[in-house]
Each structure stands twice: as C-alpha cells, then as structure tokens.
C-alpha cells in the first residue's frame, strides 16, 4: 500500500488546516502524541446522519491493514505489525487476529492469534471454512481444524510475488470475483509466480494484477497495476486505486482491442474524479480534491488539498447506511486522516466520481495519527474502518535522508483501531443465534452457519439488502455447488428477480457455472435493465456469432438508450465482424456517429472491425454531419490507425474512400489524411502521396491537391479546432518542404501549445531536406525561441540519427548549451555509428557521470556562500527549471514535484543538481526506446500495455510507440534531467536559486 507520495527532492511542509466540520472542533489540535480511542472517537467529524462507534481497540487489535467477517460472522483481522520494515533482523511479525464479542456490547473484547510470524499481511478472504492471505513472497490459505481459534493448516496457494520493492508495493486484497475467481492487487510489485497446484509449469512474470482459482491453482495476469485496494459493483465492474486518484474503472478488458493488430491501447483505466484542473501539469499530475481538517503533511506543492494515499477502493453496495451512498464509492486517504465518497455517476462508457453536494468528507478528524487504510462491510451492514493509528504513515524510502534520520517511523506501532460507521436512524436487525461455540460478534445479522443456511436460504440471499449477506451466499454458492443442481434454480432465480443488483448475481452465478444457453442470453439482451443487457453483451459475446437470433439482438443494442450497452454492443459487435459483416459494420458507424467524442467508443469501434476497415471508412463518411462534429475524432484515430496497418498498394483506396466520400468536407478530410499520411510515412510506406492519389483513379488527385492547398491555410482558420490543425500540420510534413517550411517556421515563432509545437518541429526537421534541421538552430530563429521550445528543437534533433550532424556541429559551435541535453541524449550521441561524429563528440562532450560530476559539485559548494537574491532566483527557476518541475504553481510535473524541497539543506539540494543520478526515485526513472525507424525516444514510463508504451517527456509531451515498432525497450540509469545544468548559470545564480527553493524572503 502507497502511504505517501514518492519523491526525489523530498521534505515534508504543514497542509494548512481546510475548512472545519459541523460535527468536529473548529480549531483541531495538534496531537504530538496518541489519544485514547474515546478521545479520537470524541473529534471525529462526519457527515450528517451517521452515528461512529468503537468496535475493538488495542490490545485486541495492533496495526490493521485489513479485516473480513467468515460466513459465521467472526471477525479476523491482518494485523501489518513490524511495518514498515519489520522486526529485527526484518523479522516478519505480521498476524491474524480472530477476534470475539463475548459480552454483545459491540467492541470486540476477546482475541486470539489465529496466524504468527506472516511477512506483512495485508488481505483476508474466507474461503472453504478458512481464510486467503496475501503476505508476498506468498498467498496462503490458513484454517483452523481443530476448533481452538488457531490455525493449524498453511497451504501456499501461489508464491513469487516481489519483496524486493517497499513493504507498501506488495501484493494485496484478495476479493471474489464475479466470475468465481480470487482477485489480487499487484500492489505495483511484480514477480514470478508459480503454483504448488501445478508443478511443472514455468514461472509467470506478473506483469498486472492477477486472477486465480484456490481449487485447481490456475492463475492468469490480468489488466491493470492496482497499488492498495481493488473492488467490484454489483454488476461486475471492477474499479481501482492509485495513491492520487482514489477511484479508477476498468472500463473494457484489454482481450477485446488484442483482436485488432495496430490497435496502441496502453491505459485501459479511467480516472473516475474530477482531477484539481491545473494546466501547467499536463500529462496526468493533477489530483482530486479533498477537504481535511488535520495538520498533516505533505510531500509535494501539487498534491497539497488533493489525494497522496488513496486505498481501499470500497464500492457501497447496501447495508446500514443511508440510501444516498448506495452505488457510490469510499476510499481512504491515510496521510490526510480521512475517509472519503464519491458518487458514481454514468459518463458514457463509464463513470464520473462526484462528491455529495453539500458535504466536505464522510470522516475526518483534526488528529493526525488517525490512519484509515481499510474498508469493509459487517454482518450488520455497517463500514467498518480499519485505523492503523500511529504517527508516521510515509514508508522511509518515500523520504530523503534528512527527513529520515529525525522520524520517528515506531511510534503507534503496538496501537490500532476498527471503527464502526452507519446511519443513526437505522439499527441493525439482530442475526439468529450463532454457530454453537462462537461467541457472539455483535451485531451479525444474516451471520447464522453456513451449514444451517441451506441451498433455498443461500438463493433468497441474493436478493438481500445488506450486501454482506449477499457476497456470503455468492461465495458458498459458488464453493460447494455444481451446474447439475443450480443451474435450474439460479435461471428461476434470474426470472425472478426484481432488482437489477439480484439479477445480476444470479446471471453471475450462471455464467460462471457455464449456464449462459441461448434462452438466458436472449432474456437479458431484451431485460428491462440496462445493467443486465450490458452484462449479457459483455458475458455472452463468444456465442454470438452461433445464432442469428442473439446476433440480431446485439446489433439492435447498438442503438440502446443506455450509453454503457451500446459501447459493449460495439464491443460485442467485433465477434461477428467475420460472419455477418453487413449487420455489424453499419452498428459499429452508427455507434462511432453518435458516440464518437468518448475515447472509449472510439476504441470499442476500431476493435471491432478487423478485416472490414474500408467498409467501415465507407459507411461511417456517409453518416450525416452534425454539429461538433462526432465523427472527426474517429476519423484522426481511424487514420492513425490505417497508416500504421495499410499495406503500400492499398493507399490508394484510403484517398478514394475519403476524398469520395458523400459526407467528407475539409474537416473529416484532414482529420484522417493529416494522422493517415504522417503515420504511413514514419513506418517508411511510400510516401509520394501524389502518384497514389493519381493512382486512385477519377478526381482523387484534382481534390487531394485542393486538401493540401487548404491545409497549408488552415493554421490560423477559426472554423477548425486545436486538433484538425495539428491533422493540418501532420498533412503538411508529407508536402513539399519549399512551400510548408515557410509556414511552419512561421508557426513555430508563435505558437505556445506543446502537441502543436513538438508536430511542427517534426514537419521542419524533414529526412528528406537536412535543410529543415538546419534552420531550426540558426542563430536568429534560435535566439527568438523561448526555452521550452528550444527543449522540443533538442529533443527532435537527438531522437533521429539523421539529424545528429546538425546538432553535433551546434553543439560544437555552443549555439546550443551542452546543458540542455539529458544524459540519455548525450549516451545517443556517444553510441553513434558515425565514427567521425564520435570523435568530435569526444572533444568537448565529457562523461555524463563520474568523478568530474563530483568535482563539480565541490566547486558549486561556492554558491552557498554568496549572499542570495530568492526574487531573481525566482526567475532561474522559470527559466532552467520548469519544463520538468513544478513549485508555487510554475512549471510541468513531469519529473518530481519540488514543494518539499524546502525542508532539505543547501548541499542536499545542490547535489541534486549537480549530480542527478545521485537518487532517482522510483516513478521517476527514465526509459529509452529504440525503434524500427531508427528513433531514439527517452522520457518517462507513462503507461505500458500489451500494444505499446507511452513515454513522458519534457513539457508534458506524451509519445506513444506500438508494441510492433519497438526494437529495445530499458530503464535507463541516467536522469532525464539535464546534466551540467550548473554551468548554464553564474555561481550568484546558483545561489539565487538555492535560496528560492528553500523558501527563503
């Protein structure tokens, strides 16, 4: 789990306090050490109508990372003791803690150690009369035999899972899936995994988050790097969190682009919230916004008021809390000592995450040791909130060493509480009498013995309020029946049900005991629920293409009121692209016409129709125009997509179909032409794309040259928005260069949006006409570039061997500062082929580390004593430092956030610029990428996925690079950063500098 936010430049500064509570003191106190469980439970706040209770405190329960009740309704608890690294020696300490309620008064007052001596348990699941563990290297399956509270059975279930990276970036949060299935959270972590079950079987790199079944110990990677937490709705969607967003929807399995060779689909996740809008942090820093009332810290300016530690995803499904949180989700942020919600509300293909209006946060207190990290659902239908209480939640090597050596990282560590959370109208009904010998946890409704309960009772179940009850019979359905006697009862069941949340456990139910026949699919494609017709598309799929019947009902679902079925009806649609082209094709243009501003429908569409791409370009250019056109960002993907997959002697017939087409105006021309053109010619198709518009035969080539001729005019036309004139520049690259140049020069001298910028470079910087490369660094046009882009000019001139003449011989001439190269681009450069380009490099181009990085740091070491001015340091900043780094609200979070930075000495922080590879943190390492065409692209992991990887770079410049067109793909142990960054400033600058950074006045 992700307690804090990782750093490089790191220190720690006060959150202000924000906006107090109605049901919390105005002026929080600042604890320097633990309250008592009575007087933390005194200053919680939270929302109104809720009642909070205590219901076990230490010494019945230490350090908690996570709890679940067994379907008797005794509590177990994962008690993460030793964290955060361990006992002596790293002795593991971990336990399960089974804990008992003997007296009904609802705090837990009996415990006993169900497990010992587990390395950092961090998920419980039930699971045949004992409990999944994850406790990396392993997962376990523990069980108590013989009736004494401890486990005397230790069965490995899977084992390999990385210890190698921070107690926090384990494997974590085994929960049942609907399909029958133990789902883990990769934690970020990865490993080889294997299974006793299966011996025999090579080891897996995990390389996502991973499925199993506990019985056979089959296991398979599956999407998504899920860090502290994961969870399901009641419908099977399945959602995630990361330290700064605290709920992410997996909005479609990454199997359904894998159909469509080309397709780059490398995130297949959606950040539900509403992101703290900041435009200097493009390319994913943004966060959402909370509201605490402690004085805890952060440890990055741009985290400040938003998440750092987002865990244990928790989607509400029913119980004892009001209605209004039905379907929403909870989530914890321990570092800013609060317990957050959000409502889920549908946004196309997937969700929005909204606060309630009126509302700050559903739990909070002004006392800094209050650490959630865990949430869950009782027998009762409470939120349970597991309390991890103590004073320092940040792993130490989130932290810098000075920040190290003065905190306490043990203080709290024998201390921890679970907290009771519903509504104070709604009292929980009692449950029967439970299992002979287990002493009552109160309350524990629904909590009656499993044997007792009955197949019948389990069925009726399904249909409960409190979702507890419900996941209970769901697991015990699933462990101890068979298809011959359920089937029959569950499609009753399906019938029956009245509520789409029942229906769907039962359609679940089915489907994982293979019920799904022809019948049950066709009732739910035609279910008055939308969330069953979804389900029935997304589920029933593979046998579409087996019945015209069901196959006719998915292509009308293409035209469904609800937006989440018509984008799993394109989805669907994919499985009968071969065998019934004319239902599907003119589905999928209908869906891309009404649909085709949502990136997720743009996808869903591309993947769909493989082997029938013209045939789609062709219906989807006579859908009719409207306005904002829908249509235009499916074009720009569609013809990204072509140009990477279009063999050269089928160019021609992309011209035809678009330049042809009924409804092709400038707009969806150059929307597709413009990325169609640009990408074919990147891969080295034939780009003399004025013999293959005359090749296409009748006014193709007349209307191509009018295209081109308003593409060269369109820089500056109102009518086109940003991204037809980024299509209009990407066409112009394919042009000749003595009649765009001019233009694109003229746009690089005044254009301030990156993607615009860095495509312009791109179309100067020509293969073909050294000219272009050249005239990007002569001295006046050089001199009239503003810094960042002078960054992009440099990155464009190091990625493309071609170009690396030019840059060495400006270079040479110091036209261009030695210090605006990374080590990544200077190590480009030393491994040229060009032996005569080596050796001039040799001569003024030294090591980008070693020993003269040292002595270069003793002799900026000056600096310190000078006498700063922090207002002109101020200006440096801007003028060296913010195309990577963001402090009081200037520059691009690409690499680390500096806000906590002031807490670091002078040398510590000179160190860093002098030297960067002195600490490199782990989100911040730069990878190289070499490609077919010869490209040499650095930057940022961005997002890695089956079909690609997207790299970012200066500025917030993204780069995405197909799986396909990647020849090397490494960690890099140089820093993005600049090196000799020191040179390009005076000593009294340096100084200037250094005292900004702290903060000084």
């Avoid at 739990?363 to 004073?391: C, H, K």
């Avoid at 494609?525 to 979804?534: I, K, T, V, Y």
């Avoid at 019947?549 to 984008?567: G, I, K, M, S, Y």
């Amino acid at each position: 789990m992700r307690f804090g936010a990782s750093c490089v430049l790191a220190g720690w500064t006060s959150l202000a306090a924000m906006g107090a509570g109605t049901h919390g003191p105005a002026s929080p106190p600042a604890a320097a050490s633990p309250l008592s469980p009575l007087r933390e439970l005194a200053l919680f706040d939270h929302e109104p109508g809720l009642k909070v209770e205590l219901a076990a405190a230490e010494p019945f329960v230490v350090a908690p990372s996570a709890f679940v009740w067994d379907e008797n309704g005794v509590l177990f608890v994962a008690e993460n003791r030793g964290y955060p690294t361990g006992g002596d020696g790293g002795r593991a300490m971990g336990r399960i803690a089974r804990l008992e309620d003997r007296d009904g008064d609802g705090e837990y007052d009996r415990r006993t150690d169900f497990a010992l001596d587990l390395a950092f348990p961090n998920g419980v699941l039930p699971w045949r009369g004992g409990l999944i563990v994850t406790c990396a290297p392993d997962v376990l399956w523990l069980k108590d035999n013989d009736g004494d509270g401890k486990a005397d059975v230790r069965e490995v279930l899977l084992t390999g899972f990385a210890t190698n990276l921070t107690t926090q970036l384990r494997v974590n949060h085994p929960v049942l899936g609907p399909d029958g299935w133990v789902y883990l959270a990769s934690g970020l972590a990865g490993g080889r995994i294997t299974s006793p079950k299966r011996l025999g079987e090579p080891p897996v790199p995990l390389t996502g988050d991973l499925r199993f079944n506990p019985d056979s110990g089959e296991f398979q990677v599956i999407d998504g790097r899920a860090q502290f937490g994961h969870d399901f709705d009641d419908h099977g969607r399945r959602f995630a969190c990361y330290n700064r967003v605290q709920v992410q929807h997996f909005v479609a399995n990454s199997g359904w682009f894998a159909r469509q060779p080309g397709l780059v689909a490398t995130d297949l996740l959606h950040n539900c919230p509403e992101l703290v809008p900041n435009p200097l942090l493009r390319g994913g820093g943004g966060g959402a916004r909370l509201f605490p009332i402690s004085r805890n810290l952060t440890t990055a300016d741009s985290h400040a008021g938003t998440y750092s530690a987002a865990c244990s995803v928790t989607i509400w499904r029913g119980g004892a809390l009001p209605d209004r949180y039905l379907g929403g989700a909870f989530s914890c942020d321990p570092t800013a000592n609060l317990v957050h919600f959000d409502r889920l509300e549908p946004d196309g293909a997937t969700f929005a995450a909204r606060r309630l209006p009126g509302t700050n946060e559903f739990l909070r207190s002004p006392d800094d040791w209050f650490r959630p990290v865990f949430l869950g659902t009782g027998p009762d239908g409470a939120l349970y909130v597991a309390d991890m209480y103590r004073r320092t939640i940040e792993h130490p090597d989130y932290l810098p060493e000075e920040v190290r050596k003065r905190t306490d990282f043990k203080a709290g560590s024998e201390l921890g509480r679970l907290w009771r959370v519903k509504s104070e109208r709604r009292a929980p009904r009692q449950a029967a009498s439970p299992k002979p010998g287990v002493s009552r946890s109160r309350p524990a409704d629904g909590a009656t013995s499993a044997a007792t309960s009955g197949i019948a009772g389990l069925l009726s179940d399904l249909s409960a309020t409190n979702s507890w009850r419900r996941d209970r019979s769901f697991r015990l359905l699933r462990e101890g029946g068979n298809r011959e006697t359920l089937q029959g009862p569950l499609r009753i069941g399906l019938g029956a049900a009245r509520t789409a949340r029942s229906a769907s456990l039962f359609f679940h139910l089915l489907a994982s005991f293979d019920g799904l026949d022809e019948p049950t699919l066709r009732t739910a494609l035609n279910s008055p629920h939308p969330e069953l017709r979804e389900e029935a598309l997304r589920l029933g799929a593979p046998k579409l293409a087996a019945s015209v019947d069901l196959a006719t009902l998915a292509a009308n679902r293409a035209r469904d009121e609800n937006p989440r079925v018509r984008f799993h009806a394109a989805l669907a649609l994919g499985e009968l692209i071969e065998v019934a082209p004319q239902m599907a094709v003119p589905a999928l243009a209908q869906v891309a016409a009404r649909d085709g501003r949502d990136r997720w429908f743009r996808m869903a569409v591309l993947s769909s129709i493989h082997g029938q791409e013209r045939a789609f370009l062709v219906e989807l250019l006579a859908q009719s125009p409207q306005p904002d056109d829908p249509i235009v960002p499916v074009l720009a993907d569609l013809g990204e997509f072509l140009g990477r997959t279009v063999p050269p002697e089928a160019l021609g017939e992309v011209f035809a179909a678009v330049l042809n087409g009924p409804g092709t105006d400038l707009g969806r021309a150059l929307s597709l032409l413009g990325p169609f053109t640009d990408t074919a010619a990147s891969r080295g198709t034939n780009s003399a794309f004025d013999l293959v518009a005359a090749s296409a035969g009748g006014n193709v080539a007349a209307k191509w040259l009018v295209l081109k001729e308003a593409a060269l005019g369109s820089f500056d036309q109102p009518g086109l928005g940003a991204a037809q004139r980024l299509a209009a520049v990407r066409l112009c690259r394919q042009l000749d260069p003595a009649k765009t140049r001019p233009k694109l020069l003229e746009l690089l001298r005044r254009e301030t949006d990156p993607i615009l910028l860095a495509a312009t470079i791109r179309g100067i910087a020509d293969p073909r006409s050294p000219d272009g490369a050249r005239q990007l660094v002569e001295a006046s046009l050089w001199a009239s570039l503003p810094s960042a882009t002078r960054l992009l000019v440099v990155a464009a001139l190091a990625d493309n061997p071609r170009f690396h003449p030019v840059l060495v011989e400006s270079l040479a001439e110091r036209r261009i500062p030695l210090a605006l190269l990374g080590a990544a681009q200077k190590e480009q450069l030393r491994k040229s082929r060009d032996p005569e380009l080596r050796s001039r490099l040799g001569k003024f181009l030294g090591a980008a580390t070693g020993g003269d990085r040292r002595a270069a740091f003793d002799k900026a070491r000056a600096s310190i004593a000078l006498k700063p001015d922090p207002g002109a340091g101020r200006g440096v900043f801007r003028r060296a430092c913010t195309a990577c780094h963001r402090l009081d609200q200037e520059g691009v979070a690409v690499g680390p956030d500096l806000f906590d930075i002031r807490n670091q000495t002078k040398d510590a922080i000179l160190l860093h610029i002098v030297i960067p590879e002195h600490e490199i943190a782990l989100n911040f390492a730069q990878y190289v990428c070499e490609t077919r065409d010869g490209r040499t692209v650095s930057g940022l992991l961005a997002a890695d996925g089956p079909s690609g990887v997207v790299l970012r770079q200066p500025q917030g410049l993204t780069v995405t690079v197909p799986r396909a067109d990647i020849v090397k793909l490494e960690a890099s142990p140089l820093s993005l950063m600049p090196q000799e960054l020191e040179k390009t400033m005076t000593l009294q600058e340096l100084a200037d500098l250094l005292a900004y950074l702290k903060g000084e006045q």
